[in-house]
């Protein structure tokens, strides 16, 4: 690997050394979903608050029933109550008694045991018994999923569909979470339109800010778009310092050498501690980290498809650090490569690849070109197929690591 080539796990470490985690807001429920908790959920009673019917049928006491022994003598119970959900019974069940009784419905002082209702036949004031149950069956104890004083979602967990159904269960309209990471987002380049612009075939249409964008918003930030900087310093400085009131200020284009590149001199300028590195990978290779103020700020490649990998495998580790998240990357699978490949061994190589199941195994190919400006190769792709910098070629069979995108497969 050549000298002046920096390592993708040295930048990382660096980013995510230098990335705070952000302070907490209180929000609802309907609100919270993605978010990071920020604060331990403790039960304040159990659940469920008292023994209930798992299913619609009979409360009975056991020992009415266990001497049942053949369809042909069934053991005759009175029905004394009808106890729906949300109601409690105003009995108590005795000897040679019973309870209809609905799912979710209080269990009866005296009972021990629910028999379906389909196991028996019944009538208004009387049920016939023909198959014995097990004492305590079709019951739900009280208790049995959440303890009053157990910690039952810790601080730092996502909330998810499930959290979300606990954290109503227990009583929480509001919660504590980490704060979303306000993200800047500036395109660089005389070359640029926005998408609001006159059609001009000499124009190439701003798709990083949007990309990027909705990336920001897919790891949970609040994006900022301030639109196109046009290659002169003061143009460029001027957009930057709108940026600055954010979390994070993503700028994509003019980190690379060529005449009209002046992000770095800018990010000095204005008094940026700043790393520049040319990244051992591909795509991808120019990339810049570091702080202004107290903003942090990435200056990524200028190509669709480089800005979105340097975004994948930099910005958002460290945007969901600064949610709270302690997962911060994408899940990796293994599977079987379906071509072949080859390159120098200098680089790691992230190629765009389509994943599928076949006969039970991962297979996955690439999208087709993988040129740095070809954003069809993302838009195509589900995973990202993850080459090493010593491997030098890839045959079909090879098992190879794929960071999977969102959406799934």
């Not at 903003?295 to 650090?321: C, D, H, I, W």
């Amino acid at each position: 690997m050549k000298n002046d080539l920096t390592r993708l796990e040295d930048a990382l470490k660096t980013v995510l050394e230098t990335v705070p985690v952000l302070g907490v807001e209180k929000i609802g429920l309907l609100e919270a979903l993605g978010r990071v908790l920020a604060e331990d959920i403790i039960a304040e009673r159990d659940n469920p608050p008292w023994d209930n019917s798992a299913m619609d049928g009979f409360a009975v006491r056991h020992e009415d029933i266990k001497q049942q022994h053949a369809i042909t003598t069934p053991t005759v119970l009175q029905v004394i109550e009808d106890v729906p959900a949300g109601k409690f019974p105003a009995q108590k069940v005795g000897e040679g008694e019973a309870i209809r009784i609905m799912t979710g419905a209080p269990i009866p002082e005296g009972a021990d045991t629910v028999l379906k209702v389909e196991d028996t036949e019944h009538t208004p004031d009387s049920v016939k018994v023909f198959k014995e149950e097990p004492r305590g069956a079709n019951i739900r104890l009280r208790g049995e999923d959440v303890r009053k004083g157990d910690c039952i979602i810790p601080s730092g967990k996502a909330i998810r569909p499930a959290e979300a159904g606990m954290l109503a269960i227990l009583a929480k309209p509001f919660v504590f979470v980490y704060q979303r990471p306000r993200v800047a987002v500036l395109s660089t380049g005389d070359e640029l339109a926005d998408l609001d612009e006159r059609f001009n075939e000499e124009k190439i249409i701003n798709s990083n800010s949007y990309g990027i964008a909705a990336a920001v918003q897919e790891a949970g930030g609040l994006p900022i778009l301030l639109g196109i900087a046009k290659d002169q310093p003061e143009a460029l400085k001027a957009k930057i310092r709108q940026g600055l009131n954010a979390d994070i200020l993503v700028l994509s284009g003019g980190v690379s050498m060529g005449d009209y590149d002046f992000t770095k001199p800018v990010f000095q300028e204005l008094g940026g501690e700043m790393n520049f590195w040319k990244l051992a990978i591909r795509p991808g290779q120019p990339v810049a980290f570091g702080k202004i103020g107290k903003t942090l700020a990435f200056g990524l490649p200028g190509n669709p498809v480089s800005s979105m990998v340097t975004f994948e495998q930099l910005v958002r580790p460290a945007m969901l650090k600064m949610c709270g998240h302690t997962v911060l990357h994408r899940p990796v699978v293994q599977a079987l490569f379906q071509e072949r490949f080859s390159k120098r061994p200098d680089r790691r190589h992230f190629l765009r690849g389509v994943l599928w199941m076949e006969n039970d195994m991962l297979m996955v190919r690439t999208t087709g070109s993988q040129g740095s400006g070809i954003l069809t190769s993302m838009v195509k792709a589900n995973g990202l197929i993850d080459v090493p910098v010593e491997v030098e070629k890839l045959k079909p069979g090879d098992v190879v690591n794929v960071q999977v995108l969102g959406g799934g497969f």
